[in-house]
């Protein structure tokens, strides 16, 4: 499991591309002959039929919900697509309000799917749960440049996107103007201005500020000349080709189970990890009960908890973690057809229970058997190292390649010219002060004064023959200092005022390149510039290779 080095550019406006632009051609094509000769069963149905079956259902479910909301897309004969191979260009992260570094993929997305004849598809992963209903604001005061958190819901618990409706509508609709409040005039013409109402109008036909969020960026983007498909996986997960997917890795869990603890826990030495929820926790067993690697929840009850399995000659059970009843039962063993467990998965939805993909299967399932190339982002892009273990051996086959895309975008907030340079330098003269007082001292000394100073060059000319006479040295040199401090007092004071005064400044430089604002606080004309800009680098492979950067 080799460790892929990926950090964010350090410099405004750079963009990462691992690996780099110019194999982008070649990485699609590779992963193209790599699917053409995978002979993989998925429970009665080879790989190849599976991944037309489900290219073909989720490019007609994205179609069918941008249409539904009004929002326009790219004109795609499912059939056709389908049958010509035509790539499709797969990325997805959750509905936030997330910063640019992020928000780069989509426009990525859609370039190279441009450049390639194919189609560039989002998936909103609005099976995950939010991080916060809040964002992070810059705002001016005497101190410099600092945070303030503006709200725009009341946090409403660990529900996933899909199930966090909107709490408190007036706080969400006097969002914009609350953040406009703290930032003043730090950042001139913010996004927020023009993305805001896009997101109010949606308010009846989107409950979940997710999703409201996820129908406005589509829009924008749109507005902008980006038109990717676009669909939430809540919907993915409710697809036969989805329910085809999970009633193999059930059929073949204990298998799964072994290849994933036992990747788990090389990883781990690997990479010196002591804890046991990182990268992922391992898949359980509670005596016949056997964890699986999706989540399962209650509508009525929306917090995720672990799908147990129970396998048995010719079925298993299924159930819910902290539950004792059985929920379904699924004609399926190993060496049996999934047709029949498919057709009980599709009653799931009808009990208003939710199966959905853990961030592992996500990935896997997009990548295997949806995209012909799949972006992600730096977090995105080292889990993945693990998963790719676990799917080079349980399906026996290199994983595809992907690719990792993000960008460094700063919101123009002047920075002061302090550096940490100049801080390490007040500190190595603090250092000083305390240790050699007696260098700062100015002529005529006073016979106290004079006295101490003799007192330690004697001392430091001292015998160290024994350890005896070496401790005895040193106390006498820290004697010495301690006594002179009182003569350096004002200098330290000073050093000390100018140590809490270039924090501060250094604190307001960290504000001020910050990458991980949310891309409502910038600039319209810059982020849009930018966006398309760094897009299309992507494609002519004009921007920097994949290498790492430090971060500022």
């Known amino acids: 499991m080799t460790a892929r080095r990926l950090r964010a550019p350090a410099i405004d406006g750079g963009v990462l591309v691992d690996p780099p632009p110019a194999a982008v051609a070649g990485l699609i094509a590779g992963n193209a002959q790599q699917f053409a000769g995978w002979e993989y069963d998925f429970q009665g149905r080879r790989a190849l039929w599976l991944r037309a079956a489900v290219r073909h259902e989720v490019v007609a479910l994205a179609q069918r919900f941008l249409d539904q909301h009004g929002l326009g897309r790219p004109s795609v004969d499912v059939d056709d697509f389908t049958r010509t191979g035509r790539p499709l260009i797969v990325t997805g992260h959750q509905p936030e309000l997330f910063h640019p570094g ?38 001016h005061d005497e101190n410099g440049i600092q945070l303030a958190r503006v709200e725009f819901d009341r946090w409403g618990g660990d529900a996933p996107f899909e199930d966090s409706p909107v709490l408190e509508e007036e706080r969400f609709a006097t969002f914009a103007g609350r953040v406009r409040r703290v930032l003043g005039d730090t950042c001139a013409n913010p996004l927020v201005d023009d993305f805001w109402p896009r997101v ?47 009633s193999h890795l059930l059929a073949q869990l204990p298998r799964y189970s072994q290849v994933h603890n036992d990747a788990l826990h090389e990883y781990r030495a690997t990479h010196g990890i002591k804890s046991k929820n990182h990268p992922v926790a391992a898949l359980a067993r509670e005596g016949d009960w056997l964890e699986a690697p999706f989540w399962i929840w209650r509508a009525a009850h929306p917090r995720r908890r672990a799908l147990l399995v129970r396998q048995r000659a010719r079925e298993m059970d299924l159930r819910i973690a902290g539950e004792n009843e059985v929920l379904i039962e699924l004609p399926l063993a190993p060496e049996r057809e999934a047709c029949c467990a498919v057709e009980r998965l599709r009653e799931l939805p009808e009990l208003a229970v939710r199966l959905r993909t853990r961030a592992l299967t996500t990935t896997v399932f ?6 012909d ?29 992907f690719l990792t895309v993000s960008m460094t975008l700063w919101l123009g907030l002047a920075a002061d010219p302090a550096t940490a340079l100049d801080l390490a330098s007040i500190e190595r003269s603090l250092r000083d002060l305390r240790f050699n007082p007696d260098r700062h001292l100015s002529e005529p000394y006073s016979e106290e004064i004079r006295n101490l100073i003799r007192a330690k060059h004697y001392a430091i000319a001292g015998p160290t023959a024994t350890r005896r006479q070496r401790k005895a040295r040193r106390l006498a040199i820290r004697r010495s200092n301690n006594a002179l401090q009182p003569s ?9 005022s100018l140590r809490s005064v270039t ?17 409502v606080l910038h600039s319209e004309a810059r982020l849009r510039q930018s966006m398309l800009g760094a897009a299309a680098e992507v494609v002519l492979a004009r921007s920097s290779p994949g290498q790492p950067a430090e971060p500022p």
């Open 200 to 246: 109010l109008k949606r308010r009846d036909e989107a409950r979940t500020h997710g999703m409201r969020f996820s129908l406005s960026r589509r829009e924008l983007e749109a507005s902008w000349g980006v038109t990717n498909l676009e669909v939430p996986l809540s919907e993915v997960c409710q697809t036969d080709g989805f329910y085809w997917f999970v």
């Open 503 to 519: 924090r501060r400044r250094l604190k307001s430089n960290r504000v001020a390149r910050n990458r991980e604002f949310s891309f």
């Open 488 to 496: 350096v007092q004002d200098l330290a004071d000073n050093l000390l």
């Open 102 to 139: 992020v928000w780069i993929k989509n426009f990525a997305a859609a370039s190279i799917a441009g450049a390639r004849g194919g189609v560039g598809l989002n998936l909103i992963v609005d099976n995950d749960i939010p991080k916060s209903t809040s964002i992070a604001v810059p705002r």
């Open 366 to 371: 997009s990548r295997f058997l949806l995209g």
């Open 373 to 401: 190339l799949f972006i992600h982002g730096i977090g995105g892009a080292k889990y993945d190292e693990f998963g790719d273990e676990i799917s080079r051996r349980f399906f026996a086959i290199e994983p595809p390649g």
